[in-house]
């Protein structure tokens, strides 16, 4: 994406970004522990550069690369923007940076500590954007926001489930819960066959040997 | 710059051939009859897109608290009072141009904003910049290398006063990527005369402002004389479709 454009694209986001930081003391204290760090978030499809940066107690957005900004970036995150967008919905606890689609250099530490702090701010966009929007326009983007927060669950609990129907039922890929129970308990049987079969060889080897021996 | 047939050095002023030692002069009185409405025209000319045109330059510059940044060819200050603000109390701007009229209006918009704490102002020739070796982390020359008459001079002179990794940043209209861009910034560009004459009372200030347009290295062009002057990773952005163009260069570490 033409980086001017991008830069456009940012300025609204930034100042709404920290507007909030301005307005609350507690989420300005939780972003300075972040001051001069400076985070590049890569997209691969589509293509589209962001970094990240704190400064002062305030963020800065722009859509050009570091390289060309000719500074380095702590840390950066790469993936299809798909995967990057589904950070922001998810919980730490599910740990969305655990991703084989994600890519992470530098240091990890401090994307993981961000996303925490984000989750944990719970910010209201509503409450920030009402002066800023108007209380009508605030509330439909709110509304907006919860109902797509909600798809995202059911679906994303529809899809696993299809998904996982598909690969055990359909496609034969892998094997069902019932049919990996089954044969797991027809291990556990064998073992213990050979288990009692090597019992009964020593108790057998054992008589053997108080025999007296045959001439 | 060429030789007339009597071997006195020439150079362009616009459209025109003039003597290289006449340039400068030329220049300066453009400058002087237009610096009262410069602010103004820019917006006209622009259509107000400078100001965004500003910002990405700005953003480019990533300049930060305590830093040093020189505003070659600034003029009326408007990319230095946004630097001072960046750079604190810590940092340092030096606003510098060759032109008294544009620097009086400059020096009056930052006194009138009380920004004169971390922003000095000196009267220089861009291409014999009077500072010492290795003192600025950042040089923005926006909207002014078309005018300097020795670019390649001007430009050695920027790599020398910089800090090891240090940058260069060149704001310049430059050639339209897209035919019908071109063609459209052609036609508009027309009425720039005709504004001139309207709200500053001088055609021929802004005629010289089209033509010099015309007569500055193309993006290629300026890129290679960058590498020329000893800056590396040397790029550029073209913004509104190449109307205007954001070269960048680096000083070796």
Redesign the interface.
């Known amino acids: 994406m033409n980086?001017?454009l991008g830069?456009?694209a940012l300025?609204p986001v930034e100042k709404i970004l920290n507007t909030i930081v301005g307005r609350d003391p507690h989420i300005a204290k939780q972003f300075l522990a972040f001051d001069s760090k400076c985070i590049e978030i890569i997209s691969r499809q589509p293509s589209l550069t962001l970094n990240l940066r704190f400064?002062?107690g305030a963020v800065r957005l722009?859509a050009?690369d570091t390289e060309?900004?000719?500074?380095e970036a702590d840390a950066t995150i790469s993936g299809k923007a798909e995967t990057l967008l589904r950070l922001l919905g998810q919980k730490s606890d599910q740990r969305p940076l655990a991703n084989a689609a994600l890519d992470i250099h530098g240091d990890a530490t401090l994307v993981q500590d961000l996303q925490m702090t984000i989750e944990s701010l719970d910010i209201n966009w509503q409450d920030y954007l009402a002066p800023i929007l108007g209380d009508v326009l605030s509330n439909e983007l709110g509304e907006v926001e919860r109902s797509a927060k909600d798809w995202g669950r059911s679906a994303g609990g529809s899809i696993r489930r299809n998904v996982r129907d598909y690969l055990s039922e359909e496609a034969r890929l892998v094997p069902t819960a019932l049919e990996v129970d089954s044969f797991s308990n027809r291990l556990d049987h064998l073992r213990l066959g050979i288990d009692r079969l090597e019992a009964k060889t020593e108790l057998l080897q054992r008589r053997l040997a108080l025999l007296p021996q045959a001439k | 710059m060429s030789n007339t047939s009597d071997s006195e050095e020439t150079t362009h002023f616009g459209y025109e051939e003039v003597p290289v030692a006449q340039k400068e002069q030329r220049v300066g009185q453009v400058f002087a009859s237009v610096a009262n409405r410069y602010d103004i025209m820019n917006d006209v000319m622009s259509l107000g897109s400078h100001r965004l045109i500003k910002r990405f330059t700005i953003e480019l510059s990533a300049l930060r608290k305590g830093q040093k940044v020189l505003d070659l060819a600034g003029g009326t200050g408007d990319f230095s009072i946004r630097f001072s603000t960046i750079v604190g109390e810590t940092g340092q701007v030096v606003l510098a141009d060759i032109n008294e009229s544009m620097l009086q209006v400059g020096r009056d918009r930052i006194i009138d904003r009380g920004l004169s704490s971390n922003i000095d102002i000196a009267q220089v020739n861009a291409e014999h910049l009077p500072f010492a070796d290795n003192t600025f982390d950042c040089i923005c020359i926006a909207y002014g290398l078309r005018n300097v008459t020795n670019k390649e001079a001007a430009l050695a002179s920027m790599q020398r006063v910089l800090k090891p990794g240090g940058r260069v940043l060149v704001l310049e209209f430059s050639k339209p990527t897209n035919d019908l861009v071109g063609k459209a910034y052609d036609v508009y560009s027309k009425l720039w005369p005709i504004a001139g004459k309207a709200i500053t009372g001088d055609s021929d200030s802004y005629r010289y402002l089209v033509e010099s347009i015309r007569m500055h290295p193309d993006q290629e062009s300026l890129l290679q004389m960058m590498r020329d002057a000893g800056l590396v990773k040397c790029k550029y952005h073209n913004v509104m479709g190449g109307v205007c163009a954001i070269h960048i260069g680096f000083k070796p570490l």
């Open positions: 980086p001017f830069s456009l300025i400064e002062d722009s050009i060309s900004l000719g500074i």
